[in-house]
């Protein structure tokens, strides 16, 4: 399919580029979509939580009172859960959350984001362009040109580090390369804004 080039002024510039329809026009698969998006959350989980149970915290081992003759329940030491200060009782312990995704199913599931991004017309090329210095007013002014008001996520074909600091005081407005593209942060943007140059290297990317 062929989509227009637009300008950093927000008008079209006359060019285009073609996206093939078997990464941009293909049927999305919702529960491919769904598998990688929960495998992404999942690795971005620490797993570093821990707490202590009765072998790990500092009290005296010594029996608190007699096991027989009281009227109450019996006790052990000061460590047992059911006291205050005592050691938890199947406590968090660190682990990794890290899911196995298919190759296949993570490709699929890339293609169907990019799909549905088109679907709602919520994709968009801009040409190649780069700032001298950090100028975060005139990148403001090409999204607000673009029509990204309610957010969006700029595509590089490489990293640019003037444009990352120009961006990143912009709520809701972010820049990653081909390369670092996930299903995660397509979906969760308002708006997708692909580089011309960006576009070659995904469709590599499938290849």
Same mark, same amino acid.
């Given at each position: 399919?062929?989509?227009?080039?637009?300008?950093?002024?927000?008008?079209?510039?006359?060019?285009?580029?073609?996206?093939?329809?078997?990464?941009?026009?293909?049927?999305?698969?919702?529960?491919?979509?769904?598998?990688?998006?929960?495998?992404?959350?999942?690795?971005?989980?620490?797993?570093?939580?821990?707490? &202590?149970?009765?072998?790990?915290?500092?009290?005296?081992?010594?029996?608190?009172?007699?096991?027989?003759?009281?009227?109450?329940?019996?006790?052990?030491?000061?460590?047992?859960?059911?006291?205050?200060? *005592?050691?938890?009782?199947? *406590?968090?312990?660190?682990?990794?959350?890290?899911?196995?995704?298919?190759?296949?199913?993570?490709?699929?599931?890339?293609?169907?984001?990019?799909?549905?991004?088109?679907?709602? *017309?919520?994709?968009?090329?801009?040409?190649?362009?780069?700032?001298?210095?950090?100028?975060?007013?005139?990148?403001?002014?090409?999204?607000?040109?673009?029509?990204?008001? &309610?957010?969006?996520?700029?595509?590089?074909?490489?990293?640019?580090?003037?444009?990352?600091?120009?961006?990143?005081?912009?709520?809701?407005?972010?820049?990653?390369?081909?390369?670092?593209?996930?299903?995660?942060?397509?979906?969760g943007a308002g708006t997708l804004v692909l580089s011309e140059g960006s576009v070659s290297k995904i469709i590599e990317a499938f290849k």
């Amino acid at each position: 399919m062929k989509v227009d080039v637009y300008g950093i002024n927000g008008k079209s510039t006359g060019r285009s580029v073609d996206l093939p329809d078997d990464i941009f026009g293909i049927e999305p698969n919702d529960h491919a979509i769904y598998l990688d998006v929960k495998a992404i959350q999942a690795h971005q989980r620490q797993g570093t939580h821990k707490a &202590k149970e009765r072998g790990e915290i500092k009290g005296s081992t010594k029996k608190i009172k007699k096991q027989k003759g009281t009227g109450t329940a019996r006790f052990g030491n000061i460590k047992n859960p059911l006291f205050r200060s *005592g050691g938890r009782i199947f *406590g968090p312990r660190p682990r990794t959350y890290d899911l196995k995704v298919n190759k296949k199913v993570k490709r699929l599931a890339r293609k169907s984001a990019l799909s549905t991004m088109i679907k709602n *017309g919520a994709l968009k090329v801009v040409e190649d362009f780069t700032y001298d210095a950090p100028k975060t007013k005139e990148f403001a002014s090409m999204l607000n040109n673009l029509e990204c008001s &309610k957010g969006s996520l700029m595509v590089l074909a490489e990293a640019d580090n003037n444009l990352y600091k120009s961006c990143r005081n912009i709520k809701k407005s972010e820049i990653t390369t081909a390369n670092n593209l996930n299903t995660l942060n397509i979906l969760g943007a308002g708006t997708l804004v692909l580089s011309e140059g960006s576009v070659s290297k995904i469709i590599e990317a499938f290849k």
